[in-house]
């Protein structure tokens, strides 16, 4: 027993072996475990390539990859792209901007004054057990199919979850932290602004994130539904075409928007949570 | 707002039960102040409704709503569309929650799994799952077998994440105590692991429960063939019947807050075992 816990103890390291030999079979399963990833993407492209090449797949069922291509070259070219990806964005953007400033100033309302949660967080929670599909038939019926749908639809998604992390954030604020704040004998402003505040930053961050993972998939959503532009309605109107490269093109630039802009959230909040980290 | 008033001058009354409860989160006695938002926006919506300062159609009254919700219980239509909308629901949700626990094991007990088939799956994952149902339509159609495809994969992604996250985040301190007594490969897996990872798990398939009803919701608006609470709604809005719109909304959120409920009453009985 005591010598299979020193073979797992990382303070006794098995001595490394100089040997070239193992050097070589080292680095080649390294190499190995470098191209691992990308087996499965390579296997279904060349699956797509091979299936749409010798006539496997109907071209109706799967177009060809290089049709998507040239189709996506081809919005590219004509300026169809840019003009559907701007508006798409946009709409995303003045959303999401919407909904997640008013999250924040809910939340933060709800979460400094507990007079206000009680008589607010009951209907919140009883609203937002609709989901943003629920609501768009009724304020199709009240807002029309223009922009102001779109803007409603995508700020309620980005409300909720900002709304509710900014809430959680402010109540997780360690009590160490009130008592050495009484201690300073902080006024109410620089209890908030000076502890409440960065203490919650990294939960508000991380619904942030989320709000907007939720406003890109509402956009899609609304898009595909009620919408005359925008890269849903690309996708969906290339359906109704059977144009599948279409489709494709569209389902890849909406892939591809969503992943970027992930990955930039996450990270400004990598870097928003360490700053906060510094400050204490 | 009348009785409002009352109930702040009852409270301030019973000063020492209030300072014994300021400390409790949600004290009974300020339950009420819940239900005054909703009751001030239904008297806002019955007093412009009966007034009539507004023509338009589609200010439909309360009683417009409650009676055509009767109506349509009565007559049997929500039951069609709601056990249509249910069983889709939970068919796709037992599919796709199963498949997400099969491949969410195996990503989270093997590292070669996990590097393989992980960043693809990823990706995939960050494309917003509403963008494949143009596609889905073409390969399956606009029946049941589209939206339960559809339903499947929206209920596996958040299984397989939690699930392989849950298993992943075992703590190594757990492992080593198994090692010490010698524990098999599968008493590890049983005893240690699938303890260690349960609540993960119960997060993921929570979330695939709440996921597949809103992908519910979505495959009926955009698949649009059959019947189902989607369509109900769909339908009220082609035919500006506002009336029928909001009462499928009522429903809509009655079936979320059902199923939310249930999962956290499920939740709770298996941890209160747990613990024991």
């Known amino acids: 027993m005591s010598d299979t816990a020193i073979e797992h103890n990382p303070a006794h390291p098995v001595p ?32 797509w390539l091979g299936g749409s090449s010798f006539g496997w797949i109907a071209p109706q069922v799967l177009p060809a990859p290089h049709l998507v291509l040239e189709t996506l070259l081809d919005l590219a070219r004509s300026g169809d792209l840019w003009s559907n990806t701007w508006i798409s964005l946009s709409r995303v953007l003045v959303g999401f901007a919407g909904g997640a400033a ?10 400094l004054s507990r007079t206000l949660e009680s008589y607010v967080s009951p209907s919140f929670n009883a609203l937002v057990q609709i989901p943003v ?21 995508i700020g309620q ?10 809430l959680q954030g402010f109540r997780q604020a360690p009590t160490a932290y009130y008592e050495v704040a009484n201690v300073f004998r902080y006024s109410r402003w620089q209890l908030i602004t000076e502890v409440v505040f960065p203490a919650a930053l990294p939960t508000i961050a991380t619904g942030v994130r989320l709000a907007f993972t939720k406003a890109w998939l509402a956009l899609v959503v609304v898009e595909l539904v009620a919408s005359s532009q925008g890269l849903g309605y690309l996708n969906v109107y290339g359906r109704q075409l059977f144009q599948l490269d279409l489709v494709m093109a569209a389902v890849i630039v909406v892939g591809a928007i969503g992943y970027a802009i992930d990955r930039l959230l996450n990270a400004l909040e990598a870097r928003l949570t360490r700053g906060a980290r510094r400050a204490f | 707002m009348a009785h409002a008033a009352d109930f702040e001058l009852i409270e301030s009354t019973r000063p020492a039960l209030d300072a014994r409860r300021a400390s409790r989160p949600k004290p009974a006695s300020k339950r009420w102040r819940g239900a005054v938002l909703p009751l001030l926006a239904l008297a806002l919506w019955w007093s412009v409704s009966e007034t009539g300062i507004s023509r338009s159609g589609l200010l439909v009254s309360p009683q417009q709503v409650w009676h055509t919700g009767i109506e349509q219980i009565a007559s049997g239509a929500l039951w069609r569309a709601l056990s249509a909308s249910l069983a889709r629901e ?15 094991s195996l990503l989270g007990f093997s590292r070669l799994a996990e590097r393989v088939l992980g960043p693809s799956f990823n990706t995939f994952k960050q494309i917003s799952l509403f963008a494949w149902i143009p596609l889905i339509s073409v390969w399956f159609g606009l029946g049941d077998a589209a939206k339960v495809v559809f339903l499947s994969l929206a209920a596996l992604l958040p299984v397989v994440a939690h699930v392989s996250d849950g298993i992943r985040n075992v703590s190594p301190e757990l492992l080593e105590v198994a090692r010490v007594y010698r524990y098999t490969r599968w008493q590890v897996v049983v005893r240690v692991v699938l303890p260690a990872a349960l609540p993960s798990v119960f997060t993921g398939i929570y979330l695939a429960l709440i996921y597949s009803w809103l992908a519910t919701l979505g495959a009926e608006y955009l698949l649009v063939a059959g019947s189902g609470i989607g369509n109900m709604l769909i339908d009220g809005s082609e035919q500006f019947r506002m009336d029928l719109v909001l009462f499928g909304i009522v429903v809509i959120g009655v079936v979320g807050w059902a199923l939310n409920a249930g999962a956290r009453l499920l939740e709770r009985r298996v941890f209160a075992h747990r613990s024991r």
């Open chain 1, 133 to 153: 599909l629920g609501w768009l038939p009724f304020l199709l019926l009240l807002v029309g199919i223009g922009e102001p749908l779109k803007y409603l639809l």
């Open chain 1, 157 to 166: 998604a980005a409300l909720v979850p900002v709304t509710l992390s900014t």
């Open chain 1, 16 to 47: 490394r072996a100089t040997d070239s030999r193992r050097a070589w079979t080292e680095s080649a399963r390294a190499l190995r475990w470098q191209i691992l990833p990308f087996i499965v993407p390579v296997l279904l492209f060349s699956l």
């Open chain 2, 90 to 104: 939970l068919t796709g949700f037992a599919l796709g929650t199963a498949g997400g626990l099969v491949l969410g």
């Open chain 1, 102 to 111: 008013l999250g924040l100033l809910l939340g933060s309302g709800l979460g």
